[in-house]
């Protein structure tokens, strides 16, 4: 590696050591970020399934309750 190019790499990244798949799956760098995203994944998967399956009673309940807020408002 020349000068010009170590300099142009972080001092924390070590690129003379090759990568063996062991390091990779010992590599804890950036877990945490992994996790996260994951978590929101399964959550947004929970929402669209939540909302699969309670949409029409929801959708019927604020309706309803749209109704009567109308009806205050014409004053019935």
């Given amino acids: 590696m ?18 063996t798949l ?9 877990a945490g ?4 995203i ?3 994944g399964v959550i947004a998967m929970l929402a669209i399934v939540a909302f699969r399956f309670f949409g029409s009673s929801v959708s019927s309940k604020i309706n309803q309750q749209a109704g009567t807020v109308n009806n205050i408002e014409v004053g019935q």
Avoid at 4 to 16: D, E, M, R, Y
Avoid at 33 to 36: G, I, L, N, Q, V
């Fill in 2 to 19: 020349t000068t010009q190019t170590k300099a142009l790499v972080p001092a924390n990244i070590n690129v003379s050591k090759p990568r």
């Fill in 38 to 40: 994951i978590l929101v």
């Fill in 33 to 36: 970020m992994t996790e996260y």
């Fill in 22 to 30: 062991l390091g990779l799956l010992r590599d804890q760098r950036g």
